[in-house]
């Protein structure tokens, strides 16, 4: 039995199909109407939804196909940044919204490379949000 313990679970964001933004009209929306964050590597594109309690968090992510010509290349890195986020503190505190991320740089990235822009970004978006 378990006396005095409590073993508190992290709720981990599942990228899956309810939660990847697919629509042509909520991309254009998201780039039209949402806020924008860039550094070197990674851009952010955020719209805060208006029915929060209805609607869930939603992802995009996005490399060019002029800076990695290989596929290969391409998936990789999605995969990497679809890993950060999944592991990001300042991710889950959004509670709902759309999100694009692009990766724009010509170099192959590491995962704690990603990390450390993933943190950034997300913190000065959400300051940014609260502003």
């Known amino acids: 039995m378990l006396t005095g313990q409590i073993t508190q679970y992290k709720l981990v964001f599942k990228l899956n199909k309810e939660n990847s933004l697919k629509s042509k009209f909520e991309m254009e929306r998201v780039f039209g109407f949402g806020k924008k964050v860039s550094n070197k590597y990674l851009s952010v594109y955020f719209l805060n939804s208006q029915n929060s309690s209805k609607l869930r968090k939603k992802v995009a992510v996005a490399v060019g196909k002029k800076t990695h010509a290989h596929a290969v290349k391409r998936n990789k890195i999605k995969r990497l940044l679809r890993d950060c986020l999944r592991n990001s503190y300042e ?19 590491t995962l704690s490379l990603l990390q450390e822009n993933i943190k950034t970004l997300f913190l000065s978006l959400s300051k940014k949000e609260l502003s």
């Open 91 to 109: 991710f889950e505190k959004f509670n709902s919204g759309s999100f694009i991320i692009i990766y724009h740089f010509k170099d192959m990235p």
